[in-house]
């Protein structure tokens, strides 16, 4: 069975913040918000349009969601993923969450990504602003 991707048209960004900064901004908006701490940095995925001016920051990306829940013995759904882009000469961000995994695809290459996708056996679903599927 042919993978499920579901495309989200919200541009979002990933932030960077000195190590241990709490974000002073509404991060926690867009179809992902993530944040994440390392010994070195934290990192904040939200929506682009609530990055405040001056931040550090790359993007502006698009969210693409492997339909899911997957299950955590699944082997092999990244490298599944990533093989098409790699071909393509996209490069990407990859996040998971608890139920399923996630890829940002810089938002000028949606379109590639897609069409790399397809060929490779994908299944590409546009999600609504709203975030329904």
């Not at 701490?37 to 929506?47: G, I, M, P, Q």
């Not at 940002?104 to 397809?118: F, I, N, Q, Y």
Request: charged share 20%.
């Amino acid at each position: 069975m042919p993978l499920h991707l579901m495309e989200h048209p919200e541009d979002v960004s990933v932030v960077r913040l000195p190590s241990g900064e709490e974000p002073s901004f509404d991060w926690n908006t867009g179809p992902l918000a993530s944040l994440t701490r390392t010994a070195d940095e934290t990192s904040v995925v939200c929506a682009t349009a609530s990055v405040p001016r001056g931040a550090r920051t790359e993007g502006p990306f698009r969210a693409v969601e492997v339909a899911g829940p997957l299950d955590f013995s699944a082997v092999g759904v990244f490298a599944e993923i990533l093989a098409p882009l790699v071909d393509a000469g996209i490069s990407v961000l990859g996040l998971s969450t608890f139920d399923t995994d996630w890829i940002l695809v810089p938002a000028d290459r949606t379109d590639d990504a897609s069409r790399a996708w397809r060929r490779a056996g994908f299944v590409i679903t546009p999600t609504s602003l709203s975030g329904g599927r």
